[in-house]
């Protein structure tokens, strides 16, 4: 958006864009990702993704969004996020990180929120559009975070899900859906430091 009118581009033309702006391209490909689509191929077995998506459980395998929100001390926000999307994919699936209101959000008049987990769910509700609307109507981050996943699994979604959130005031918080065995959390980093904030329970194992 910096360099042209689009907000998406997507597929081989994005990656030829890409080149035109200067990136490398290069395989996203590691050791460990490649020796666990190689056992899943050997298996034979066809990806999850061809059956519907499930309410009743939540069938996401590995899976690591890192969402990340700026804010200056001008008030300067920005929020961005990272994906390697679903293991086992149909090519071409397109996840919530490049979706705006889905992976991530900012408003600079009113503060910024990123999710990551289950995003062929998530993505259907915006989420992060919705936590940053809320914090718009003085609803604190965490309580907005916890009220935008309430929505999907109010509509029956057995999912794994977090959202963290920081408004332009500084305060910020987060919640998750699904991942009580787990546990989620964020990392706040100001003038004083580095502090990591559990907003559900630590893993026990
Ligand atoms: N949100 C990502 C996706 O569905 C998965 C993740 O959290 O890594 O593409």
Redesign the pocket.
């Known amino acids: 958006m910096e360099e042209t009118q689009h907000t998406l581009i997507v597929g081989d033309d994005a990656t030829r864009f890409a080149a035109r702006m200067g990136f490398t391209e290069t395989s996203l490909t590691n050791v460990r990702s490649q020796t666990r689509w190689e056992e899943w191929a050997a298996k034979g077995e066809p990806t999850d993704a061809f059956n519907p998506e499930p309410f009743d459980k939540d069938e996401l395998r590995g899976?690591?969004?890192v969402g990340t929100i700026a804010l200056d001390a001008a008030g300067n926000l920005c929020v961005g996020c990272s994906?390697?999307?679903?293991e086992f994919k149909i090519p071409g699936r397109v996840?919530?990180?490049p979706i705006p209101g889905a992976?991530a959000y900012g408003d600079q008049e009113v503060g910024g929120a990123v999710?990551?987990?289950?995003?062929?769910v998530?993505m259907r509700f915006l989420p992060c559009y919705q936590v940053v609307e809320l914090m718009r109507q003085g609803m604190p981050p965490d309580l907005a975070c916890q009220a935008a996943l309430k929505r999907i699994t109010d509509r029956g979604y057995k999912f794994g899900g977090g959202i963290a959130a920081i408004g332009v005031d500084g305060q910020h918080g987060g919640a998750q859906a699904g991942w009580d065995d787990g546990g989620f959390s964020y990392s706040v980093r100001d003038a004083s430091g580095n502090s990591k904030i559990w907003v559900s329970p630590q893993p026990t194992r």
């Open positions: 899976h690591d969004t994906t390697n999307g679903r996840g919530d990180s992976g999710a990551t987990g289950n995003g062929d998530m």
